[in-house]
């Protein structure tokens, strides 16, 4: 399994937003959802309409850790739900499968969603990480607040989320880079 890398350009995030709107807006609403709240996707999938429907906050219990965690819908995020919920029924999957009338899209069909438009892209290493990673990668580079990310993402040290969200990677990549044996003088 190839390591994946939150999106770091900006413009890139972007691109890659407005090209799964494009071909599924339900793709793009889980994209958006992943990169604005930082959940594991095991926890996003699990949404319904009635968990955001009217909220300015969700409660969830986390898959992975049991822990029960709130959060917040960011402001941009609300009205992007807001959109996408209106005409759907309270019980329905947010993320809702294709194939089965009330089930939500499985967390391989996710991980091949955000693969396509990854390689429309020339992004490999891309994955449902990806959205968790971004979204801290995003938010430490606007706030520089290390431990309220480690906090919202439930890392036990800061050092494991700056190596999640790749601020390690690039802070080596900038040190190595950098490194000069040329003596100062000697051309």
């Known amino acids: ?18 090209y799964l709107k ?5 793709d793009y609403v889980l994209f958006m959802f992943g990169i604005y709240t930082g959940l594991r996707i095991s926890d996003i999938l699990k ?10 906050a969700v409660y969830i219990r986390e898959k992975k850790t049991g822990k029960e965690k709130r959060f917040p819908i960011n402001a941009e995020l609300k009205p992007i739900i807001e959109g996408y919920i209106h005409g759907k029924r309270d019980f329905e999957y947010l993320f ?33 990480h990806t959205l968790r990673k971004t979204f801290g990668y995003h938010m430490y580079q606007q706030t520089h607040d290390a431990v309220t990310i480690k906090e ?17 990677q690039d802070n080596k990549d900038r040190a190595i880079k950098g490194l000069s ?7």
């Not at 044996?181 to 051309?187: A, L, N």
Request: aromatic share 6%; proline share 3%.
């Open 47 to 56: 949404f319904r309409v009635r968990d955001v429907k009217d909220r300015d």
């Open 96 to 128: 809702k499968s294709p194939h089965f009338p009330n089930k939500a899209i499985s967390r391989q069909q996710a991980y091949n969603i955000l693969a396509d438009a990854g390689r429309a892209f020339g992004i490999s290493s891309i994955g449902t």
């Open 181 to 187: 044996f040329k003596k100062k003088g000697r051309g």
């Open 22 to 26: 494009s071909k599924n807006e339900r």
């Open 152 to 168: 919202i993402l439930n890392h036990s040290d800061i050092s494991v989320t700056l190596r999640y969200i790749g601020i390690n």
């Open 1 to 18: 399994m190839n390591t994946v890398e939150p999106i770091r350009d900006m413009d890139l995030v972007l691109d890659v937003a407005d």
